[in-house]
């Protein structure tokens, strides 16, 4: 039982619509990623969040945006969708250390995008 | 070229069968991740190690550094085990770089 928690689970939308994405991480975690799986390949960062701050980002349009809130959970943003944003939404959460070193990640069920 | 390789693609054994999953990267690191992702998608961590060797049941994961390759190894393989296998490294800001993963099918 990993604790981090997604919802929807799965999500049809349309080209142009925009779609929220939430995700709860386990519990004492302070960061959170959200990453993208097209379907047959590995998954892709999309952005990092550290105490409600926005920590690194990927090859992703600004239409992608995120947000972290108090309590650490999160959401994903995706303004305009385009037939390709069609993939798994996967957020995982960590507790970042003092030093910055890398901590496990543990992931979500995730939210399965079809835009039509 | 990715950041992080693994091979094989595909993989398909029969039960009871010993397998290797390879995992070689470019980027210096501290840590690798093994991960294991079930249809439907949800993903979990198997392995997190930075030197040597470590073991957990009936899988093991091995770590060369300087060669900048890693091992996942499932002894007495089983139909459960069926899944992809999936080597993640962490950049400096704790961000990952994934491998396309390995698909694994375990045949009774």
């Known amino acids: 039982e990993t604790g981090v928690t997604q919802s929807p689970t799965h999500l049809i939308k349309t080209r142009g619509q925009q779609v929220t994405l939430r995700c709860s991480s386990q519990?004492?975690?302070?960061?959170v990623s959200w990453y993208q799986q097209a379907l047959g390949q590995g998954p892709q960062f999309i952005f990092q969040?550290?105490?409600?701050?926005?920590?690194g980002r990927g090859n992703f349009p600004p239409r992608f945006s995120g947000l972290q809130f108090p309590n650490y959970s999160s959401e994903l943003n995706v303004n305009a969708l385009e037939l390709d944003d069609s993939a798994l939404y996967l957020c995982?959460?960590?507790?970042?250390?003092?030093?910055?070193?890398?901590?496990?990640?543990?992931f979500g069920p995730g939210t399965r995008l079809t835009v039509l | 070229k990715n950041e992080v390789e693994q091979s094989p693609q595909n993989l398909t054994a029969q039960e009871g069968e010993f397998i290797t999953i390879n995992c070689s990267y470019s980027?210096?690191?501290?840590?690798l991740h093994w991960l294991q992702q079930h249809p439907g998608g949800g993903i979990v961590s198997l392995f997190m190690?930075?030197?040597g060797k470590k073991k957990h049941g009936r899988l093991i994961a091995t770590i060369n550094i300087q060669e900048k390759h890693s091992s996942l190894h499932i002894t007495a393989s089983h139909p459960r085990d069926s899944a992809v296998y999936i080597c993640?490294?962490?950049?400096?800001?704790?961000?990952?770089?994934f491998g396309t993963g390995t698909s694994l099918t375990v045949i009774p």
């Open positions: 969040y550290y105490r409600e701050e926005e920590n």
């Open positions: 995982a959460s960590s507790s970042r250390a003092a030093t910055g070193s890398p901590n496990e990640q543990f």
């Open positions: 190690l930075s030197s």
């Open positions: 980027v210096g690191i501290s840590a």
């Open positions: 519990s004492g975690h302070n960061t």
């Open positions: 993640a490294v962490p950049n400096t800001g704790n961000q990952f770089y």
